[in-house]
Structures are given as structure tokens and as C-alpha cells.
């Protein structure tokens, strides 16, 4: 039974490309993230979407967009990727818990490779 | 910006052994998470605290939020190589903006 999905787990890319990853959440939840860890494992957040709009948006390029087309799903799409975009992509849900809680529910990760 | 320092960034201790990570902010923070994080996966939610003060035991970790809310600590004792990870602080600024920060983590080892 997983609870948050993400596809694919390796993705190997070109500079240039654009390319899609999924993340699909089972847990019922009403808001979803997606969140970037470099090479040195800093997590930091890019977006939020809570019942699909968008909440948070960091300062991150607009070659990445991210679209939720329902409370279970946020895809996110990158133009013209660069080599600096290479990372481990997590997508997490939450919901809100007694005291704005938001503990979050982590996918697999999505590992990306630009070359 | 919020910021959470954790420290120490690596450690690599002997199966048995106790330890403590620190997860530091000048900013009050209304809850704060803990994570653990093990190679190719994503980070798995172990704890919260949320009041000021607040002792949380999960088995052999314990967790203790400040009493100010602005730093938190993990003490592990008899450390197992299971116990192997990145573990990962996160403060909640509170309200509905739905933000975690997260600090940089701590790498630890323990070998048998």
C-alpha cells in the first residue's frame, strides 16, 4: 500500500529536454508538495498546492511548473533543463493536524540527471 | 528567513555508544519534526513536539523541545547500526502557510 508515489525513480536527461515527474498520494490529504535535496542533502521546499491551488511558491525558475490536477496529484514539468537542475526531486503530502501540524509524508524520490 | 542549524553534520560512532544531534534557531518555531532518512529513500516522519519543554521517547531515541521553542535535541543511546541515516530537524512557523524548514541534517553512522 504505498502512500506517496512518485514516477520515475531514475530519470537520465540531455541539457535542453523537458521533462515530467508524477507523485500521486493515496492518504487522503489536501495538500502536496515538492521539494529539491542537492548533492550535500539539503531538503528545500519548491512548491505547495493545498486543494489545488497553489500556496507556495518559492523562489525557484520559471522553466519549473508545477500542476495539480486533483487533491491526489501534483506533477511537475521542467523546460529546458540545466545541468544545476540535477537532484533528488521528493514530492510530500500533509494534512493538517490539532495545532497546525503539518507532518509530512515523503515519496520515494525522484533522481535526476542532466548531462 | 527562518533558519535551523543542526549539528553535528556527520557522526560516526561505534554500535553501543551514546549521542545527541542539536537542531538550533533564533527563530520560535510551534511544532517542530524529526525525520530520518535512509540511502534512496525519502525521509520518514519519526516525531513532532509541540509545546515548549516537551519529552518525547520513541524506544532508544529521545526527543526534547525547548522551552522557548527555538531549538530542539535527539539523544539516541545504545545507537544500533539500524540507527544509520541523515536525520532531519524541521520547525513549523504556525499559521496555515503550511512551511516546514528544514535544517541540513546530521549523517550518522554507527558501525558494529
Known amino acids: 500500500d504505498t502512500a506517496v508515489s512518485q514516477t520515475p525513480k531514475y530519470l537520465v536527461t540531455q541539457m535542453g529536454n523537458d521533462k515530467s515527474i508524477k507523485c500521486e498520494q493515496n492518504?487522503?490529504?489536501?495538500?502536496m508538495y515538492w521539494y529539491k535535496q542537492d548533492s550535500k542533502k539539503f531538503l528545500k521546499i519548491m512548491f505547495s498546492y493545498n486543494n489545488k491551488e497553489l500556496i507556495i511558491n518559492e523562489t525557484v525558475p520559471n522553466r519549473f511548473s508545477p500542476k495539480s490536477p486533483d487533491k491526489a496529484h501534483l506533477n511537475l514539468h521542467i523546460n529546458s533543463l540545466e545541468l544545476g537542475d540535477s537532484a533528488v526531486y521528493f514530492c510530500a503530502s500533509s494534512q493538517a493536524l490539532a495545532g497546525n501540524s503539518y507532518e509530512q509524508y515523503f515519496g520515494p524520490g525522484t533522481r535526476l540527471t542532466v548531462t | 528567513t527562518q533558519l535551523l542549524e543542526q549539528s553535528p553534520q556527520f557522526l560516526s560512532i561505534q554500535e553501543g555508544e551514546n549521542l545527541t544531534v542539536y537542531c538550533n534557531s533564533s527563530?520560535?518555531?510551534?511544532?517542530l519534526q524529526w525525520y530520518r532518512q535512509e540511502p534512496g529513500e525519502g525521509p520518514v516522519l519519526l516525531v513532532t513536539v509541540v509545546t515548549g519543554g516537551e519529552v518525547k521517547k520513541l524506544k532508544r531515541l529521545t526527543f526534547q523541545f525547548g522551552d522557548a521553542r527555538k531549538d530542539s535535541s535527539l539523544h539516541i543511546t545504545a545507537a544500533q547500526p539500524g540507527d544509520t541515516g541523515l536525520y532531519l530537524c524541521?520547525?513549523?512557523?504556525?499559521?496555515?502557510?503550511?512551511?516546514?524548514?528544514f535544517g541540513k541534517g546530521t549523517l550518522l553512522t554507527v558501525n558494529p
Open positions: 527563530s520560535v518555531f510551534s511544532s
Open positions: 524541521a520547525g513549523e512557523s504556525g499559521g496555515s502557510n503550511y512551511k516546514l524548514t
Open positions: 492518504l487522503g490529504h489536501d495538500t
